[in-house]
């Protein structure tokens, strides 16, 4: 998280100012589902919240949920459009607060996260996005495809991939999600092939921890929940 912040906050260079910036800077997170997209970029904003004038986040998964996420932000300015009946009146008029928005008196500038988009609307997502804006403003999109982040970020965005965790790190993240006291060699064991089961994915496995802590059960709890709802764990 610490590479992306600086990605987005840093305005100067050891020579001085960095003129060449293009802003909205843009940035990505992307990977398989389940990896934890969204969760790391809740954890970004929320950790770095102070870092920029204003937060707003935005369903991407389809232009209606897009437009859905806009009517709330223009709520939220108290824009005159707000009242206006045609959509397209309403998100160009947040699209031009995004562009005309100067940095407030500390020199923060807004960031948009655009949660989840889908390589099949990612034309959807460039007709929401603000043009260029010569004071600041931050971009951060997560989609599970590279090919789609690279195409949102052109040639000077940071695209970042969450990988797969390490049987060894998965084993534990379960154990201390699920609260498992019992550290024995058996435990220990038995959550490494449940991990694996599941292709150690991070969100799926605090996911089972909440079912067992829950449940008030065991390690065999997680493997009950996963026979029951193998579609759901796997997608």
Known sequence: MSSLHSFFTKYTS???????????????????????????????????????????WASAANSIKLAQSYDRFIELLDLPEKNRPEQHVRI??????????????????????????????????????????PHGGFILFTTRSHE?????????????????MNEADASELLLRAAEVKNRSPNAAERA????????????????????????????????AYIEKNKTMVSS
């Open 192 to 223: 490494k092939e449940i991990a694996k089961s599941i292709g150690s994915l991070p969100l799926v496995l605090d996911q089972l921890g909440f079912v067992v802590r829950e449940a008030e059960g065991d390690l065999d709890t997680c493997v």
């Open 92 to 133: 160009n008029a947040v699209k031009r607060w995004l562009v005309e928005k100067p940095l407030d008196a500390d020199g923060r500038g807004w960031l948009l996260i655009m949660d989840n988009v889908d390589k099949a609307c990612i034309q959807d997502v460039f007709g929401f996005l603000p043009s260029s804006n």
């Open 148 to 164: 789609t982040a690279a195409r949102l970020l052109g040639s000077t965005g940071l695209s970042l991939e969450l990988k797969k």
């Open 14 to 56: 050891a020579g001085g100012p960095e003129t060449e910036l293009t802003f909205p800077r843009r940035a990505a997170i992307h990977g398989m589902a389940g990896i934890g997209k969204t969760q790391t970029a809740l954890k970004f904003a929320d950790r770095y919240q102070t870092s920029f004038s204003c937060v707003f």
